[in-house]
Protein backbone atom coordinates (compact mmCIF):
# COMPACT_ATOMS: atom_id res chain seq x y z
CA UNK A 1 0.00 0.00 0.00
CA UNK A 2 1.32 3.34 -0.70
CA UNK A 3 1.53 6.19 2.07
CA UNK A 4 0.23 9.60 0.38
CA UNK A 5 1.52 12.08 3.42
CA UNK A 6 1.34 15.90 2.94
CA UNK A 7 2.43 18.49 5.09
CA UNK A 8 3.47 22.07 4.98
CA UNK A 9 7.08 21.93 4.76
CA UNK A 10 9.90 24.26 3.97
CA UNK A 11 12.06 22.64 1.03
CA UNK A 12 15.42 21.16 2.19
CA UNK A 13 17.84 19.52 0.54
CA UNK A 14 17.56 15.86 0.21
CA UNK A 15 18.74 12.25 -0.85
CA UNK A 16 17.51 10.15 -3.64
CA UNK A 17 17.12 6.43 -3.14
CA UNK A 18 15.24 4.70 -6.45
CA UNK A 19 12.10 6.45 -6.84
CA UNK A 20 11.02 7.24 -3.08
CA UNK A 21 11.58 10.53 -2.16
CA UNK A 22 10.43 13.22 1.19
CA UNK A 23 9.93 16.98 0.86
CA UNK A 24 8.66 18.13 -2.41
CA UNK A 25 6.00 20.87 -2.70
CA UNK A 26 2.25 19.60 -3.71
CA UNK A 27 -0.71 21.70 -4.09
CA UNK A 28 -4.75 21.75 -3.32
CA UNK A 29 -7.04 23.02 -5.83
CA UNK A 30 -9.03 26.11 -4.81
CA UNK A 31 -12.53 24.85 -6.15
CA UNK A 32 -14.02 28.41 -5.56
CA UNK A 33 -11.77 30.19 -7.91
CA UNK A 34 -11.65 30.40 -11.94
CA UNK A 35 -7.97 28.75 -11.25
CA UNK A 36 -6.02 27.33 -8.84
CA UNK A 37 -3.46 29.49 -6.83
CA UNK A 38 -0.48 27.59 -5.36
CA UNK A 39 -0.03 26.39 -1.94
CA UNK A 40 2.78 24.85 -0.45
CA UNK A 41 2.75 21.18 1.00
CA UNK A 42 4.80 17.99 0.64
CA UNK A 43 4.27 14.69 -0.54
CA UNK A 44 5.90 11.96 0.79
CA UNK A 45 6.35 8.47 -0.01
CA UNK A 46 5.62 7.66 -3.43
CA UNK A 47 6.43 5.05 -5.90
CA UNK A 48 6.37 6.08 -9.54
CA UNK A 49 6.37 2.08 -10.36
CA UNK A 50 3.05 1.74 -9.04
CA UNK A 51 0.47 0.77 -11.67
CA UNK A 52 -3.00 2.08 -12.16
CA UNK A 53 -4.34 -0.97 -10.30
CA UNK A 54 -2.52 -0.39 -7.50
CA UNK A 55 -3.18 3.48 -7.02
CA UNK A 56 -6.46 3.26 -7.52
CA UNK A 57 -6.93 0.22 -4.99
CA UNK A 58 -5.20 2.44 -2.35
CA UNK A 59 -8.09 4.71 -3.03
CA UNK A 60 -11.95 4.58 -1.80
CA UNK A 61 -14.44 2.98 -3.99
CA UNK A 62 -16.64 5.45 -6.42
CA UNK A 63 -20.40 4.59 -5.80
CA UNK A 64 -22.22 4.34 -8.92
CA UNK A 65 -26.09 3.78 -8.92
CA UNK A 66 -28.42 2.47 -11.68
CA UNK A 67 -31.73 3.69 -12.79
CA UNK A 68 -32.79 0.19 -11.59
CA UNK A 69 -31.79 1.08 -7.85
CA UNK A 70 -34.32 3.36 -7.43
CA UNK A 71 -36.46 2.62 -4.52
CA UNK A 72 -39.92 1.63 -6.50
CA UNK A 73 -40.11 0.71 -9.48
CA UNK A 74 -43.31 2.72 -10.42
CA UNK A 75 -42.07 5.56 -12.40
CA UNK A 76 -43.81 8.83 -11.60
CA UNK A 77 -44.14 11.99 -14.81
CA UNK A 78 -43.53 15.57 -13.91
CA UNK A 79 -45.18 17.48 -16.64
CA UNK A 80 -43.30 20.62 -16.96
CA UNK A 81 -45.34 23.80 -18.07
CA UNK A 82 -43.46 26.69 -18.70
CA UNK A 83 -43.76 28.37 -15.15
CA UNK A 84 -45.03 25.09 -13.18
CA UNK A 85 -45.44 21.65 -13.72
CA UNK A 86 -48.09 18.40 -13.31
CA UNK A 87 -47.30 15.50 -11.39
CA UNK A 88 -48.57 11.98 -12.02
CA UNK A 89 -47.87 9.97 -9.61
CA UNK A 90 -46.03 9.69 -5.74
CA UNK A 91 -43.10 11.35 -4.23
CA UNK A 92 -42.80 14.91 -5.45
CA UNK A 93 -45.03 18.55 -5.14
CA UNK A 94 -45.42 21.42 -6.82
CA UNK A 95 -44.90 24.61 -5.67
CA UNK A 96 -44.98 27.70 -7.97
CA UNK A 97 -42.26 26.99 -10.58
CA UNK A 98 -40.69 24.76 -8.30
CA UNK A 99 -40.56 20.87 -8.39
CA UNK A 100 -39.61 19.12 -5.18
CA UNK A 101 -38.70 15.26 -4.94
CA UNK A 102 -39.54 13.91 -1.54
CA UNK A 103 -38.87 10.35 -1.94
CA UNK A 104 -37.40 7.74 -3.53
CA UNK A 105 -38.14 6.48 -6.72
CA UNK A 106 -38.12 6.75 -10.44
CA UNK A 107 -39.16 10.22 -12.14
CA UNK A 108 -39.28 11.26 -15.48
CA UNK A 109 -39.04 15.23 -15.84
CA UNK A 110 -40.40 16.43 -19.89
CA UNK A 111 -41.17 19.89 -21.27
CA UNK A 112 -39.59 23.14 -20.17
CA UNK A 113 -39.36 24.88 -16.73
CA UNK A 114 -38.49 28.28 -16.16
CA UNK A 115 -37.93 27.40 -12.51
CA UNK A 116 -36.12 25.10 -10.16
CA UNK A 117 -36.42 21.03 -9.63
CA UNK A 118 -35.22 20.04 -6.22
CA UNK A 119 -34.67 16.36 -4.56
CA UNK A 120 -35.29 16.77 -0.99
CA UNK A 121 -35.39 13.00 -0.17
CA UNK A 122 -34.54 11.18 2.80
CA UNK A 123 -31.01 10.60 2.92
CA UNK A 124 -30.74 6.70 2.45
CA UNK A 125 -32.96 7.20 -0.37
CA UNK A 126 -32.46 6.31 -3.83
CA UNK A 127 -33.94 8.84 -6.70
CA UNK A 128 -33.65 7.61 -10.65
CA UNK A 129 -34.11 11.21 -12.71
CA UNK A 130 -35.15 10.83 -16.65
CA UNK A 131 -34.58 13.55 -18.32
CA UNK A 132 -36.77 12.82 -21.37
CA UNK A 133 -36.33 16.15 -23.36
CA UNK A 134 -36.15 18.32 -20.63
CA UNK A 135 -35.32 22.33 -20.50
CA UNK A 136 -34.83 23.51 -16.90
CA UNK A 137 -33.85 27.27 -16.71
CA UNK A 138 -33.49 29.11 -13.50
CA UNK A 139 -32.73 32.82 -13.04
CA UNK A 140 -32.39 32.69 -9.31
CA UNK A 141 -30.32 29.92 -8.53
CA UNK A 142 -30.03 25.85 -9.61
CA UNK A 143 -31.83 24.34 -12.04
CA UNK A 144 -31.50 21.23 -10.57
CA UNK A 145 -30.86 20.79 -6.98
CA UNK A 146 -30.08 17.38 -5.06
CA UNK A 147 -29.95 18.51 -1.40
CA UNK A 148 -30.96 15.33 0.14
CA UNK A 149 -30.67 11.16 -0.92
CA UNK A 150 -27.95 8.64 -0.72
CA UNK A 151 -27.42 8.11 -4.88
CA UNK A 152 -29.10 9.75 -7.72
CA UNK A 153 -29.07 8.48 -11.28
CA UNK A 154 -29.51 10.91 -13.57
CA UNK A 155 -30.45 9.38 -17.20
CA UNK A 156 -31.08 10.80 -20.31
CA UNK A 157 -33.80 9.29 -22.16
CA UNK A 158 -32.92 7.88 -25.59
CA UNK A 159 -32.68 10.57 -28.29
CA UNK A 160 -33.58 13.15 -26.10
CA UNK A 161 -32.20 16.46 -25.92
CA UNK A 162 -32.23 18.40 -22.17
CA UNK A 163 -30.73 21.53 -21.17
CA UNK A 164 -30.26 22.93 -17.62
CA UNK A 165 -29.35 26.92 -16.82
CA UNK A 166 -29.03 28.59 -13.85
CA UNK A 167 -28.80 32.15 -12.21
CA UNK A 168 -25.69 34.67 -13.30
CA UNK A 169 -24.38 34.72 -10.06
CA UNK A 170 -24.24 33.60 -6.33
CA UNK A 171 -23.85 34.64 -3.01
CA UNK A 172 -20.50 34.16 -2.01
CA UNK A 173 -21.57 32.01 0.99
CA UNK A 174 -24.48 29.92 -1.47
CA UNK A 175 -24.41 26.22 -0.44
CA UNK A 176 -26.08 25.35 -3.88
CA UNK A 177 -24.02 27.00 -6.13
CA UNK A 178 -23.70 25.18 -9.36
CA UNK A 179 -26.36 24.77 -12.58
CA UNK A 180 -26.57 20.78 -11.50
CA UNK A 181 -25.76 20.34 -8.05
CA UNK A 182 -25.44 17.49 -5.88
CA UNK A 183 -25.22 16.63 -2.21
CA UNK A 184 -25.49 13.01 -3.01
CA UNK A 185 -23.59 10.52 -5.00
CA UNK A 186 -24.56 11.60 -8.58
CA UNK A 187 -24.06 8.78 -11.94
CA UNK A 188 -25.12 10.11 -15.26
CA UNK A 189 -25.86 7.83 -18.28
CA UNK A 190 -28.61 6.99 -21.35
CA UNK A 191 -27.99 7.68 -24.79
CA UNK A 192 -29.37 11.01 -24.67
CA UNK A 193 -27.74 14.80 -24.49
CA UNK A 194 -27.33 16.92 -21.84
CA UNK A 195 -26.29 20.89 -22.06
CA UNK A 196 -25.20 22.42 -18.62
CA UNK A 197 -24.86 26.53 -18.83
CA UNK A 198 -23.13 26.97 -15.40
CA UNK A 199 -23.41 31.01 -15.83
CA UNK A 200 -22.87 31.90 -12.22
CA UNK A 201 -20.33 29.20 -10.74
CA UNK A 202 -19.78 25.71 -11.85
CA UNK A 203 -21.70 23.58 -14.28
CA UNK A 204 -21.90 20.38 -12.39
CA UNK A 205 -20.82 19.35 -8.98
CA UNK A 206 -21.63 16.70 -6.72
CA UNK A 207 -19.99 16.76 -3.07
CA UNK A 208 -19.99 13.43 -3.08
CA UNK A 209 -18.77 10.73 -5.93
CA UNK A 210 -19.80 12.10 -9.54
CA UNK A 211 -19.77 9.33 -12.40
CA UNK A 212 -20.45 9.49 -15.60
CA UNK A 213 -21.09 6.13 -17.80
CA UNK A 214 -22.74 7.32 -21.03
CA UNK A 215 -24.47 10.34 -22.57
CA UNK A 216 -23.47 13.47 -24.52
CA UNK A 217 -22.67 16.32 -21.90
CA UNK A 218 -21.65 19.32 -23.10
CA UNK A 219 -20.85 22.26 -20.16
CA UNK A 220 -20.38 25.86 -20.88
CA UNK A 221 -19.25 27.41 -16.79
CA UNK A 222 -18.11 30.39 -15.57
CA UNK A 223 -15.72 28.50 -13.26
CA UNK A 224 -15.20 24.85 -13.03
CA UNK A 225 -17.12 22.67 -15.51
CA UNK A 226 -17.45 19.23 -13.71
CA UNK A 227 -16.42 18.38 -10.21
CA UNK A 228 -16.70 15.38 -8.24
CA UNK A 229 -15.49 16.39 -4.72
CA UNK A 230 -14.70 12.74 -3.53
CA UNK A 231 -13.99 11.20 -6.71
CA UNK A 232 -14.72 11.61 -10.51
CA UNK A 233 -15.26 8.57 -12.28
CA UNK A 234 -15.63 8.70 -16.25
CA UNK A 235 -16.21 5.32 -17.96
CA UNK A 236 -17.68 6.78 -21.30
CA UNK A 237 -19.51 9.43 -22.93
CA UNK A 238 -18.81 12.59 -25.18
CA UNK A 239 -17.69 15.19 -23.06
CA UNK A 240 -17.34 18.60 -24.06
CA UNK A 241 -16.61 21.16 -21.30
CA UNK A 242 -15.76 25.04 -21.67
CA UNK A 243 -14.89 26.41 -18.02
CA UNK A 244 -13.58 29.60 -16.96
CA UNK A 245 -11.88 27.79 -14.00
CA UNK A 246 -10.76 24.09 -14.19
CA UNK A 247 -11.89 21.81 -16.45
CA UNK A 248 -12.79 18.62 -14.57
CA UNK A 249 -12.18 17.94 -11.34
CA UNK A 250 -11.97 16.31 -7.88
CA UNK A 251 -10.85 18.29 -5.01
CA UNK A 252 -11.41 16.52 -1.72
CA UNK A 253 -8.30 17.19 0.01
CA UNK A 254 -9.37 15.84 3.40
CA UNK A 255 -9.00 12.62 2.75
CA UNK A 256 -5.96 11.08 0.94
CA UNK A 257 -8.31 7.91 -0.43
CA UNK A 258 -10.73 10.69 -2.31
CA UNK A 259 -10.20 13.30 -4.40
CA UNK A 260 -9.34 11.49 -7.13
CA UNK A 261 -10.01 11.57 -10.88
CA UNK A 262 -10.22 8.13 -12.63
CA UNK A 263 -10.84 8.36 -16.43
CA UNK A 264 -11.24 4.78 -18.16
CA UNK A 265 -13.30 5.71 -21.42
CA UNK A 266 -15.21 8.48 -23.32
CA UNK A 267 -14.19 11.23 -25.60
CA UNK A 268 -13.22 14.55 -23.37
CA UNK A 269 -12.90 17.66 -25.41
CA UNK A 270 -11.90 20.49 -22.88
CA UNK A 271 -11.13 24.30 -22.90
CA UNK A 272 -10.30 25.75 -19.42
CA UNK A 273 -9.32 28.69 -18.43
CA UNK A 274 -7.91 26.93 -15.10
CA UNK A 275 -6.19 22.91 -14.90
CA UNK A 276 -8.26 20.93 -17.64
CA UNK A 277 -8.59 17.94 -15.57
CA UNK A 278 -7.28 18.13 -11.88
CA UNK A 279 -6.98 15.98 -8.73
CA UNK A 280 -6.37 17.08 -5.41
CA UNK A 281 -4.91 13.46 -5.05
CA UNK A 282 -5.00 11.06 -8.06
CA UNK A 283 -5.29 11.34 -11.74
CA UNK A 284 -5.72 7.91 -13.60
CA UNK A 285 -6.08 7.42 -17.23
CA UNK A 286 -6.62 3.88 -18.76
CA UNK A 287 -8.70 4.58 -21.77
CA UNK A 288 -10.59 7.23 -23.27
CA UNK A 289 -9.60 9.97 -26.01
CA UNK A 290 -9.14 13.41 -24.35
CA UNK A 291 -8.10 16.98 -25.94
CA UNK A 292 -7.13 19.62 -23.81
CA UNK A 293 -6.42 23.07 -24.31
CA UNK A 294 -5.77 25.16 -20.76
CA UNK A 295 -5.30 28.55 -20.12
CA UNK A 296 -5.26 29.05 -23.91
CA UNK A 297 -2.39 26.95 -24.59
CA UNK A 298 0.92 27.59 -24.83
CA UNK A 299 1.39 30.65 -26.87
CA UNK A 300 -0.60 31.83 -24.23
CA UNK A 301 0.65 34.20 -21.59
CA UNK A 302 -0.21 32.98 -18.01
CA UNK A 303 -1.25 35.40 -15.42
CA UNK A 304 1.34 35.17 -12.19
CA UNK A 305 0.46 32.73 -9.31
CA UNK A 306 -2.50 30.65 -11.53
CA UNK A 307 -2.18 27.18 -12.57
CA UNK A 308 -3.32 25.93 -16.05
CA UNK A 309 -2.11 22.92 -16.88
CA UNK A 310 -3.75 19.94 -18.36
CA UNK A 311 -3.34 17.29 -16.45
CA UNK A 312 -2.60 17.85 -12.28
CA UNK A 313 -2.23 15.41 -9.09
CA UNK A 314 -1.64 16.28 -5.78
CA UNK A 315 -0.12 13.01 -5.73
CA UNK A 316 -0.35 10.34 -8.93
CA UNK A 317 -0.44 10.59 -12.44
CA UNK A 318 -0.65 7.27 -13.46
CA UNK A 319 -1.24 6.84 -17.58
CA UNK A 320 -2.15 3.48 -18.97
CA UNK A 321 -4.09 4.00 -21.94
CA UNK A 322 -6.07 6.02 -24.34
CA UNK A 323 -4.82 9.05 -26.10
CA UNK A 324 -4.32 12.03 -25.04
CA UNK A 325 -3.32 15.72 -26.83
CA UNK A 326 -2.71 18.10 -24.69
CA UNK A 327 -2.17 22.09 -25.17
CA UNK A 328 -1.18 24.08 -22.06
CA UNK A 329 -0.25 27.18 -21.20
CA UNK A 330 1.46 25.95 -17.64
CA UNK A 331 2.66 22.13 -17.62
CA UNK A 332 0.70 19.53 -19.65
CA UNK A 333 1.39 16.64 -17.21
CA UNK A 334 1.98 17.86 -13.77
CA UNK A 335 2.18 15.61 -10.33
CA UNK A 336 3.34 17.44 -6.83
CA UNK A 337 4.38 13.18 -6.60
CA UNK A 338 5.21 11.11 -9.13
CA UNK A 339 4.02 10.77 -13.02
CA UNK A 340 4.15 6.67 -14.79
CA UNK A 341 3.30 6.40 -18.48
CA UNK A 342 3.22 2.91 -19.11
CA UNK A 343 1.13 2.97 -22.39
CA UNK A 344 -1.05 5.81 -24.37
CA UNK A 345 -0.39 8.15 -27.17
CA UNK A 346 0.32 11.59 -25.40
CA UNK A 347 0.61 14.58 -27.89
CA UNK A 348 1.86 17.26 -25.45
CA UNK A 349 2.65 21.26 -25.96
CA UNK A 350 3.26 23.06 -23.22
CA UNK A 351 4.36 26.74 -22.12
CA UNK A 352 6.66 25.17 -19.55
CA UNK A 353 7.16 21.39 -18.74
CA UNK A 354 5.97 18.77 -21.23
CA UNK A 355 6.01 16.77 -18.28
CA UNK A 356 7.09 17.23 -14.58
CA UNK A 357 6.82 15.29 -11.32
CA UNK A 358 8.14 16.90 -8.50
CA UNK A 359 8.90 13.99 -6.99
CA UNK A 360 9.71 10.86 -9.67
CA UNK A 361 8.89 10.38 -13.08
CA UNK A 362 8.78 7.01 -14.60
CA UNK A 363 7.96 5.94 -18.43
CA UNK A 364 8.08 2.31 -19.41
CA UNK A 365 5.37 2.07 -22.14
CA UNK A 366 3.46 4.49 -24.97
CA UNK A 367 3.77 6.65 -26.86
CA UNK A 368 4.92 10.42 -25.29
CA UNK A 369 5.92 13.17 -28.06
CA UNK A 370 6.12 17.03 -26.46
CA UNK A 371 6.23 19.27 -29.63
CA UNK A 372 6.85 22.32 -27.60
CA UNK A 373 7.65 23.33 -24.07
CA UNK A 374 10.55 25.71 -21.41
CA UNK A 375 12.05 22.49 -20.02
CA UNK A 376 10.36 18.81 -21.71
CA UNK A 377 10.50 16.05 -18.56
CA UNK A 378 11.49 17.37 -15.42
CA UNK A 379 11.39 15.80 -11.76
CA UNK A 380 13.96 15.00 -9.50
CA UNK A 381 14.25 11.00 -10.80
CA UNK A 382 13.35 10.28 -14.47
CA UNK A 383 13.63 6.99 -15.25
CA UNK A 384 12.91 6.13 -18.64
CA UNK A 385 12.61 1.91 -19.40
CA UNK A 386 10.47 1.92 -22.34
CA UNK A 387 8.03 3.13 -24.61
CA UNK A 388 9.22 6.05 -27.25
CA UNK A 389 9.60 9.63 -26.10
CA UNK A 390 10.16 12.77 -28.31
CA UNK A 391 10.74 15.99 -27.02
CA UNK A 392 11.09 19.27 -27.72
CA UNK A 393 11.82 21.73 -25.03
CA UNK A 394 13.52 25.89 -25.63
CA UNK A 395 15.44 24.88 -22.27
CA UNK A 396 16.82 22.21 -21.02
CA UNK A 397 15.09 18.46 -22.74
CA UNK A 398 15.67 15.91 -19.61
CA UNK A 399 15.96 18.28 -16.40
CA UNK A 400 16.51 15.78 -13.26
CA UNK A 401 16.66 19.27 -10.60
CA UNK A 402 14.88 19.18 -7.13
CA UNK A 403 14.69 23.13 -7.79
CA UNK A 404 17.40 23.75 -5.06
CA UNK A 405 18.96 26.18 -6.76
CA UNK A 406 22.86 24.50 -6.32
CA UNK A 407 25.20 24.72 -9.08
CA UNK A 408 28.39 22.17 -9.70
CA UNK A 409 27.53 19.93 -6.77
CA UNK A 410 25.49 16.19 -7.01
CA UNK A 411 22.66 17.10 -4.75
CA UNK A 412 21.24 13.55 -5.59
CA UNK A 413 18.56 13.81 -8.20
CA UNK A 414 18.83 10.92 -11.12
CA UNK A 415 18.35 9.88 -14.32
CA UNK A 416 17.94 6.63 -15.54
CA UNK A 417 17.93 5.14 -18.97
CA UNK A 418 17.24 1.42 -19.25
CA UNK A 419 15.23 0.70 -21.87
CA UNK A 420 12.91 2.35 -24.90
CA UNK A 421 13.60 4.96 -27.61
CA UNK A 422 14.12 8.94 -26.62
CA UNK A 423 14.75 11.50 -29.11
CA UNK A 424 15.83 14.91 -27.49
CA UNK A 425 16.20 18.33 -29.54
CA UNK A 426 16.32 21.32 -27.14
CA UNK A 427 17.82 24.77 -26.87
CA UNK A 428 19.35 24.08 -23.25
CA UNK A 429 21.29 21.48 -21.91
CA UNK A 430 19.47 17.63 -23.46
CA UNK A 431 20.59 15.81 -20.47
CA UNK A 432 20.81 17.62 -17.41
CA UNK A 433 21.27 15.84 -14.02
CA UNK A 434 21.66 17.54 -10.47
CA UNK A 435 23.14 14.03 -9.65
CA UNK A 436 24.16 11.39 -11.92
CA UNK A 437 22.85 9.56 -14.72
CA UNK A 438 22.94 5.87 -15.98
CA UNK A 439 22.47 4.50 -18.91
CA UNK A 440 22.06 0.27 -19.46
CA UNK A 441 20.25 0.06 -22.33
CA UNK A 442 17.56 1.65 -24.88
CA UNK A 443 18.31 3.98 -27.06
CA UNK A 444 18.91 7.88 -26.54
CA UNK A 445 19.63 10.63 -29.24
CA UNK A 446 19.81 14.52 -28.22
CA UNK A 447 20.38 17.29 -30.54
CA UNK A 448 21.44 20.59 -29.55
CA UNK A 449 21.94 23.15 -27.88
CA UNK A 450 23.58 24.91 -30.24
CA UNK A 451 24.54 27.57 -27.99
CA UNK A 452 27.88 27.44 -26.04
CA UNK A 453 26.24 28.61 -22.34
CA UNK A 454 24.91 25.14 -22.72
CA UNK A 455 25.58 21.31 -23.54
CA UNK A 456 24.26 18.02 -24.70
CA UNK A 457 25.19 16.43 -21.22
CA UNK A 458 25.27 18.03 -18.44
CA UNK A 459 25.50 15.67 -14.90
CA UNK A 460 27.14 17.62 -12.05
CA UNK A 461 28.10 13.64 -10.69
CA UNK A 462 28.81 10.37 -12.45
CA UNK A 463 27.53 9.30 -16.37
CA UNK A 464 27.94 5.92 -16.12
CA UNK A 465 26.88 3.86 -19.06
CA UNK A 466 26.62 0.28 -19.64
CA UNK A 467 24.77 -0.37 -22.44
CA UNK A 468 22.30 0.61 -25.43
CA UNK A 469 23.01 3.34 -27.48
CA UNK A 470 23.71 7.46 -27.50
CA UNK A 471 24.39 9.76 -29.46
CA UNK A 472 24.93 13.28 -28.42
CA UNK A 473 25.64 15.92 -31.09
CA UNK A 474 25.59 19.61 -29.99
CA UNK A 475 27.55 22.64 -28.87
CA UNK A 476 31.21 22.43 -27.82
CA UNK A 477 31.99 25.52 -25.18
CA UNK A 478 29.87 22.84 -22.32
CA UNK A 479 30.61 19.78 -23.83
CA UNK A 480 30.75 16.70 -21.62
CA UNK A 481 30.94 12.75 -21.94
CA UNK A 482 30.17 9.81 -20.04
CA UNK A 483 32.16 9.22 -17.18
CA UNK A 484 35.93 7.23 -18.12
CA UNK A 485 35.53 4.04 -16.00
CA UNK A 486 31.97 3.18 -17.47
CA UNK A 487 31.64 -0.56 -18.64
CA UNK A 488 30.54 0.62 -22.40
CA UNK A 489 32.70 2.49 -24.52
CA UNK A 490 32.29 5.42 -25.91
CA UNK A 491 34.12 8.39 -27.93
CA UNK A 492 33.95 12.10 -28.23
CA UNK A 493 35.03 14.41 -30.98
CA UNK A 494 35.24 18.08 -31.98
CA UNK A 495 33.66 18.19 -35.62
CA UNK A 496 31.05 20.00 -36.35
CA UNK A 497 27.72 20.07 -38.95
CA UNK A 498 24.35 21.55 -39.95
CA UNK A 499 20.53 20.46 -39.89
CA UNK A 500 20.62 17.36 -42.59
CA UNK A 501 24.18 16.54 -42.16
CA UNK A 502 24.99 12.56 -41.83
CA UNK A 503 27.29 11.62 -39.00
CA UNK A 504 28.95 8.65 -39.33
CA UNK A 505 30.60 6.34 -36.60
CA UNK A 506 33.12 4.34 -38.64
CA UNK A 507 35.25 1.14 -36.92
CA UNK A 508 38.00 -0.39 -39.13
CA UNK A 509 36.56 1.05 -42.42
CA UNK A 510 33.08 -0.31 -41.27
CA UNK A 511 29.99 1.77 -40.65
CA UNK A 512 28.56 0.86 -37.25
CA UNK A 513 26.03 3.85 -36.80
CA UNK A 514 24.77 6.95 -38.58
CA UNK A 515 22.38 9.56 -38.16
CA UNK A 516 20.79 12.69 -40.16
CA UNK A 517 21.47 16.15 -38.04
CA UNK A 518 18.46 17.73 -36.64
CA UNK A 519 20.37 20.85 -35.48
CA UNK A 520 24.28 22.21 -36.21
CA UNK A 521 26.66 21.02 -33.97
CA UNK A 522 30.19 21.21 -32.48
CA UNK A 523 30.82 18.00 -30.90
CA UNK A 524 29.72 14.37 -31.10
CA UNK A 525 29.66 11.93 -28.34
CA UNK A 526 28.38 8.12 -29.33
CA UNK A 527 28.46 4.85 -27.24
CA UNK A 528 27.83 1.53 -28.21
CA UNK A 529 27.98 -2.18 -27.51
CA UNK A 530 30.62 -1.91 -30.69
CA UNK A 531 32.77 0.70 -28.66
CA UNK A 532 36.10 -0.21 -26.89
CA UNK A 533 37.62 1.59 -24.60
CA UNK A 534 41.27 2.95 -25.97
CA UNK A 535 40.54 1.79 -29.61
CA UNK A 536 40.68 4.13 -32.40
CA UNK A 537 37.60 5.05 -34.24
CA UNK A 538 36.16 7.75 -36.96
CA UNK A 539 33.41 10.31 -36.52
CA UNK A 540 32.83 11.35 -40.20
CA UNK A 541 30.48 14.28 -41.04
CA UNK A 542 29.67 14.49 -44.28
CA UNK A 543 32.41 12.36 -45.56
CA UNK A 544 35.10 14.68 -43.38
CA UNK A 545 36.65 11.73 -40.54
CA UNK A 546 38.40 13.03 -37.43
CA UNK A 547 40.05 10.19 -35.49
CA UNK A 548 39.46 10.04 -32.03
CA UNK A 549 40.64 7.15 -29.05
CA UNK A 550 37.62 5.76 -27.29
CA UNK A 551 37.37 7.37 -23.71
CA UNK A 552 39.32 9.97 -24.53
CA UNK A 553 37.67 14.02 -24.92
CA UNK A 554 35.39 16.47 -23.58
CA UNK A 555 34.45 16.33 -19.81
CA UNK A 556 34.01 13.58 -18.12
CA UNK A 557 31.46 12.89 -15.27
CA UNK A 558 31.34 16.23 -13.92
CA UNK A 559 29.19 19.08 -15.66
CA UNK A 560 31.03 22.34 -16.05
CA UNK A 561 28.90 24.90 -14.64
CA UNK A 562 25.03 25.84 -15.48
CA UNK A 563 23.86 21.98 -14.97
CA UNK A 564 23.30 22.40 -11.41
CA UNK A 565 20.89 25.65 -11.85
CA UNK A 566 17.50 25.46 -10.85
CA UNK A 567 14.74 24.41 -13.69
CA UNK A 568 12.58 26.99 -14.73
CA UNK A 569 9.73 24.88 -13.88
CA UNK A 570 10.25 24.03 -10.05
CA UNK A 571 9.28 25.76 -7.11
CA UNK A 572 10.66 29.14 -7.02
CA UNK A 573 11.65 29.21 -10.24
CA UNK A 574 10.84 31.55 -13.37
CA UNK A 575 8.75 30.84 -16.01
CA UNK A 576 10.43 31.49 -19.60
CA UNK A 577 8.69 34.66 -19.67
CA UNK A 578 10.16 35.57 -16.64
CA UNK A 579 7.11 35.62 -14.72
CA UNK A 580 6.71 32.78 -11.39
CA UNK A 581 5.63 29.45 -12.57
CA UNK A 582 2.56 29.61 -10.00
CA UNK A 583 3.63 26.09 -9.21
CA UNK A 584 0.55 24.19 -7.78
Known amino acids: MRTKNRFLLTAAPFVLTGVVLAGCTAVTADADTASSTAEATSVQNVDASLTAEQVLADNADATTVSADEADTTAETTIALTGDSATVDGEGATVDGNSVTITAGGTYRLSGSLEGS ?30 TGADDVALVLADDSDNTLSDASSYADDAEVDAALYSDADLTISGTGSLTVAGNGNDGITSKDDLTI ?67 ATDVVITGGDLTLVSGGGSTAAMEDGLSAKAIKAGVYVVIEGGTIDADAADDAIHSNGAVHVNDGTLTLASGDDGVHADTALVIDGGDTSVSESYEGLESADITIAGGKVAVTASDDGLN ?34 NGSAT ?34 AGSAGMAVAPSTDSAQGWVFATTSGSAGSTVEIVADGEVVAEYTADTSFATVVYSGAEIMSGTAYEVVVDGSATTVTAGEGGTSGMGPGQGGQQGGGMPGGNRPDGSDDGQS
Open 439 to 472: MSDGSLTIWGPTSDGNGAIDVNGTFDISGGTLLA
Open 213 to 279: LSGTVTVDAADDGIRGKDALIVEGGTITVTAGGDGVSSDQDADETQGYVWISAGDLEITSGGDAVAA
Open 117 to 146: VVIAAPDDAVVALILDDADISNTEGAAVAI
Open 400 to 433: ASSGSGESMQDSGETITISGGETTVNAGGDGFDS
